[in-house]
């Protein structure tokens, strides 16, 4: 039996309340700053002002992008977490995935950091239809998992420091490439790390819209 999304959202809101305090105290590897700044000059090349963090934790990412300039809406499945978000100043939203409570077209952007990892292949298909559709046409969308070479496969961490163990789902690049080729364009795909801490680096273009900046963004 395939598991479903609607079957670990539970114990990850769980899982994820319970270590709110202890995540929003750990600092972030030079590697992911550095692909934060990354996407961060692109939005700024393509003129994306409003932005949608998905999975967004305690909102250390949101924060970056709103003192970068960005509009910011964050979006996650834990109260505790988002709690955090909005001791930053961040607006923030109970939601899973599939419940994007927005107008379709709403955001420039899109950013999702080691959250698409705990959605099963049966329901990422529709997880990444449910993003585009909340992006408007040209949008850009930044989609960052651990895994492909040794990481592979799904279920859950049963050796995890989360309680309750969470839900985790692994793909080859190849197999991430084609989940998001069936609703974007791929403007970037990169590999950082080996091993566990392998990441798959993809940033994702809403197909439409021309190239041209809706809207310059100033510099910061």
Not at 35 to 63: N, P, W
Not at 84 to 98: N, P, Q, S
Not at 183 to 208: A, K, N
Request: contains cysteine; charged residues 25%.
């Amino acid at each position: 039996m395939d598991v479903r999304y609607d079957d670990v959202t539970g114990l990850l809101r769980t899982a994820y309340d319970g270590g709110a305090e202890r995540r929003d105290l750990s600092g972030k590897a030079l590697w992911k700053l550095a692909e934060r700044q990354a996407f961060l000059s692109r939005l700024k090349d393509h003129g994306c002002r409003r932005l949608l963090e998905v999975g967004a934790g305690t909102g250390q990412d949101s924060a970056y992008f709103q003192e970068n300039g960005l509009d910011v809406v964050a979006v996650d499945l834990s109260p505790a977490m988002l709690a955090l978000c909005r001791e930053k100043g961040i607006e923030a939203h109970v939601m899973d995935f599939l419940s994007l409570d927005f107008v379709p077209g709403s955001f420039d952007a899109v950013y999702a950091l080691n959250c698409l990892l705990h959605v099963p292949n049966s329901d990422l298909p529709a997880v990444i239809d449910a993003i585009g559709t909340v992006m408007r046409p040209g949008g850009l969308f930044f989609l960052g998992v651990y895994g492909g070479g040794s990481l592979t496969g799904e279920g859950t961490f049963e050796e995890d420091d989360h309680d309750p163990p969470r839900f985790f789902s692994f793909r080859s690049d190849e197999q991430l490439q084609e989940y998001a080729r069936k609703i974007f364009e791929i403007v970037d795909f990169h590999v950082v790390g080996h091993d566990e801490r392998r990441f798959q680096s993809l940033t994702l273009r809403r197909p439409g819209g021309g190239t041209q900046p809706r809207h310059p963004m100033p510099a910061a």
